[in-house]
């Protein structure tokens, strides 16, 4: 099993930033993409940026040139710096990946960490 571990949310004003990490623990034997969501309350899931094992990256029309992903592959550490909030960046931030592990290859999620952008 994988256990992703999401850090780095809070509150922040508008126009400030934040830093979220995700830590990947755990058995295993190769990664291969990589993401962060996020739920506002009352809307679905989205997809925020995703980042591939070869270094691809993509990220919702919504947050381009505001956020950046990142990973530390040594580390096992997913990163997403997240600058000029907006208040509808308030969201559950959630990372996941889709990972080898003995036996398999599937996708684990992350409990999320809450962003609050008020002032």
């Known amino acids: 099993q994988v256990q992703l571990v999401e850090s780095g949310g809070g509150l922040v004003q508008p126009g400030g930033s934040l830093r979220l990490s995700c830590a990947a623990s755990?058995?295993?034997?190769?990664?291969?993409?990589m993401g962060w969501y996020r739920q506002a309350p009352g809307k679905q899931r989205e997809l925020v940026a995703n980042?591939?094992?070869?270094?691809?990256?993509m990220y919702a029309d919504s947050v381009k040139g505001r956020f950046t992903i990142s990973r530390d592959i040594a580390e096992n550490i997913l990163y997403l710096q997240m600058n000029s909030l907006k208040p509808e960046d308030t969201a559950v931030y959630s990372c996941n990946g889709f990972f080898e592990v003995p036996g398999s290859k599937r996708v684990f999620w992350g409990q999320g960490t809450q962003v609050t952008v008020s002032s």
């Open positions: 980042i591939t094992s070869v270094g691809i990256i």
């Open positions: 755990g058995t295993i034997w190769g990664i291969y993409d």
